[in-house]
């Protein structure tokens, strides 16, 4: 008897237990200790070059920001540690400026090993780590350094035939052999305004181009830009810290003023020999991409005008210098740019993406640039290509063919025909293919579900799990599933026929009247409402969905994935139709019974600090409170390439640009409203706020303001992350309140 009753107080105890684990509450300190309560899933997947291993970085249980560099053995099924970050080095990493910015414009944060390349017959590893360089021969134990110099080294990458590393270090290129050690420095003249094989900043940040070098596929020359930045308009910043002030003089383009000029050249490393091209007259355009064929003879480049309305492909022969124009891409808008450049069948055809019919689909060419085939076509985009079999004639791609808000693998033949879907699972895939197109990796992921790592054949079939990061007993986040929030997707009508897309968080008990907070993007370039998991801002709305409130996302006409018309109406007139959008989205909210139309907050950051502030100014009898983060004010104080891609030139259009800054309008603020911005942001400057600032306090219109020291614009930091997420949820508590 005693001992039933032993058994049955511990299965009590035990049950007590479990069910107190199942109903933690989510906390905002929560959402950024470790371990991650997304689990341990993975990062930059790859498949070795001869398919036997896929490797990717994972972060620390101790501390998610800090990644080692793992493999799962295709064979064995064994997954372990390849390298530990720790054993190089274990305490802070001194990045340089180059560096910081550069992970900045990556949006790239953490610790140890960030990235790494396998050579090209998968016998080493190089990983760059402190600003030196580390090659990992497989089979051995430890990492030889490549590099140990004072200077900090970026861009670090292996040749293609993996004899060589290649690298910038101040402002110039160089190359070194692994075998021998010789390194050669192939350009000598960087240094202050002059920077060789280096990405400007609108590349960098606007264009998604982070190198400026190129290497040949048979590792006999490089292509390498020269950038002179001394056209570029010097800009006084201040960089406020905890304890200090700099003062910044930087190059920044601001719309309608000059940007870098830019040279391409071709290197041989045999005679050391450099041969500059000819972009034609026309100076003041921007290189967008850098490609060879397979030949290492021919360069390819994309050339774009400075309205960003012409794109050309163009092909330099190094032999004869002899130059052709492949294709051009026109708008009355904008061209967009992309990566889906790829040469095929012994470099007689090549694979191209446009937007030519009106969304973004797959073209196929020949060598001179005439069209053979357009193989995918319809009211939906392509987002991009995964892989090309080229021995069964079959093209891999990711797009939107099923829904928008889903991202998806299809494949398609070379000669075009039916298109297979080859995923699933409802949710976003983003995969990475074997060189042969045998096997991919995806990692996959839903609103609900924590990303979830597998691998598959190329009919889709999986293989096996490599992190199946399942919401278990022993997953971080299963002690707060029961108080989760599975969101509604759906779509409703502007009132002139547009269908909008958005994404509904309700609370899980309805007790009248709730308060709302419309969380916004708006920006083009961007999707919001997506079938994904979301980490930290995520989190954030299962904890204000906690609280009662109603948390709504609707991705407005000039977002991403709906095709050219669906982007094109902002154009010359940003802050207009976003907004006319947003509150369309907001009047559907306040017709929901559940919802009280006089408690609906909205919040932004980046360019949804920009719509926060215009719906305030602009809808302030819709919106009742409003949360704006690093927001752009004044678009004339923004860069070039974003800026007049979407407005044109203010020399030419300065009415339109007075009318999308957030200035006419601000005497209209009625409502509460508080502004956050890093104090050293370096793409939406620190000005943008205090200029707003200077203009509502001379209007006499009270406002709040919450502003980091040394933060840039992505204001990072975990503490930092916890003290802003407080301040917004504090700042809509007071103001419009959960329940």
């Known amino acids: 008897m005693k ?11 035990t049950l007590i237990a479990s069910t107190a684990i199942a109903q933690q509450s989510l906390s905002i300190e929560r959402i950024f200790q470790s371990p991650a309560l997304d689990g341990s899933a993975p990062k930059k997947l790859k498949v070795s070059p001869d398919g036997k291993r896929v490797t990717f970085l994972k972060g620390k249980t101790s501390d998610y920001e800090r990644y080692d560099l793992w493999e799962y053995d295709v064979q064995t099924g064994k997954t372990q540690m390849l390298f530990n970050s720790n054993d190089l080095i274990s305490g802070t990493e001194q990045l340089s400026d180059e560096e910081k910015a550069r992970r900045e414009r990556m949006r790239e944060s953490g610790s140890g090993i960030i990235e790494y390349f396998w050579s090209d017959d998968g016998s080493a590893l190089l990983f ?20 140990a110099t004072d200077a900090f080294e970026t861009d670090i990458r292996f040749s293609p035939k993996g004899n060589f590393i290649s690298y910038v270090r101040e402002q110039n290129l160089y190359v070194k052999h692994i075998a021998t050690g010789k390194e050669t420095a192939i350009t000598t003249e960087g240094g202050g305004n002059i920077k060789f094989a280096m990405a400007e900043f609108v590349a960098q940040e606007e264009m998604s181009r982070m190198t400026g070098y190129w290497w040949s596929p048979d590792e006999t020359k490089i292509a390498l830009t020269k950038v002179d930045m001394s056209p570029v308009e010097v800009i006084t910043r201040s960089e406020i810290y905890a304890d200090s002030i700099k003062m910044i003089s930087q190059r920044y383009p601001s719309a309608g003023t000059p940007n870098v000029a830019i040279e391409l050249a071709v290197y041989n490393l045999a005679n050391g020999k450099t041969q500059w091209l000819d972009m034609g007259e026309e100076k003041d355009i921007y290189l967008a991409r850098a490609k060879w064929m397979p030949d290492s003879e021919t360069l390819t480049y994309q050339w774009q005008s400075r309205n960003q309305q012409i794109l050309e492909l163009r092909a330099y022969n190094s032999k004869t210098a002899k130059q052709t124009v ?20 012994n470099g007689t ?44 004639q079959l093209v891999y791609f990711s797009g939107r063919k099923d829904t928008p808000i889903e991202k998806h693998l299809y494949q398609v033949s070379l000669q075009g025909g039916e298109i297979q879907k080859v995923s699933q699972r409802q949710g976003f895939h983003e995969v990475t293919f074997s060189e042969d197109a045998s096997i991919y990796v995806d990692r996959y992921s839903s609103v609900n579900t924590p990303w979830q790592v597998s691998l598959h054949s190329n009919d889709g079939n999986r293989l096996t799990w490599l992190e199946q990061n399942q919401i278990n007993k022993d997953h971080p986040l299963y002690a707060y599933q029961s108080d989760w929030v599975k969101p509604e997707f759906g779509t409703f009508k502007t009132n002139d026929g547009v269908d909008l897309h958005y994404r509904l968080f309700k609370p899980k008990k309805i007790a009248g009247k709730h308060a709302a907070i419309v969380f916004v993007y708006g920006g083009p370039h961007a999707q919001i409402v997506q079938d994904k998991w979301y980490a930290n801002r995520g989190l954030l709305m299962q904890y204000w969905v906690n609280k009662g409130y109603v948390v709504f996302t609707v991705d407005n006409r000039g977002s991403n994935f709906r095709g050219k018309a669906f982007e094109e109406p902002l154009y010359t007139k940003m802050g207009s139709v976003e907004v ?38 602009k809808a302030g009898d819709v919106f009742s409170a409003g949360v704006s983060g690093a927001p752009v004010t004044d678009w004339q104080l923004y860069d070039t390439h974003y800026t007049e891609r979407y407005m044109g030139n203010p020399k030419q259009l300065a009415d339109a640009y007075r009318a999308a800054s957030v200035f006419p309008y601000a005497k209209d603020l009625k409502k509460p409203l508080l502004i956050y911005h890093g104090m050293a942001d370096d793409n939406v400057l620190f000005k943008h706020s205090t200029k707003l600032y200077k203009h509502l306090q001379d209007l006499a219109i009270p406002f709040e303001t919450m502003d980091y020291p040394g933060k840039k614009h992505s204001i990072r930091g975990k503490n930092t992350g916890i003290h802003l997420y407080k301040t917004i949820t504090n700042f809509f508590d007071r103001t419009i309140g959960a329940k």
């Open 3 to 13: 001992k039933y009753l032993s058994i049955t107080a511990f299965s009590i105890l």
């Open 128 to 147: 760059p780590l402190g600003g030196d360089a580390y090659y990992l021969k497989l089979g051995e134990s430890k990492a030889r350094q490549l590099l």
């Open 326 to 345: 492949l294709l051009k891409e026109t708008s009355d808008t904008w061209v967009n740019l992309h990566d889906d450049l790829y040469f095929i069948n």
């Open 349 to 392: 055809q090549f694979l191209w993406a446009s937007e030519r019919d009106g969304f973004k689909h797959l073209y196929l060419f020949d060598k001179q640039g005439k069209l053979i085939e357009q193989l995918t076509a319809g009211d939906w985009v392509v987002d991009q290509v995964e892989a090309i079999d080229t021995n069964n």
């Open 580 to 617: 006319d959008d947003q509150v369309a989205g907001a009047k559907f909210l306040a017709s929901l019974g559940y919802v009280d139309e006089q408690r609906i907050g909205i919040y932004g950051h980046s360019y949804g600090g920009y719509m926060a502030l215009m719906t305030m100014f």
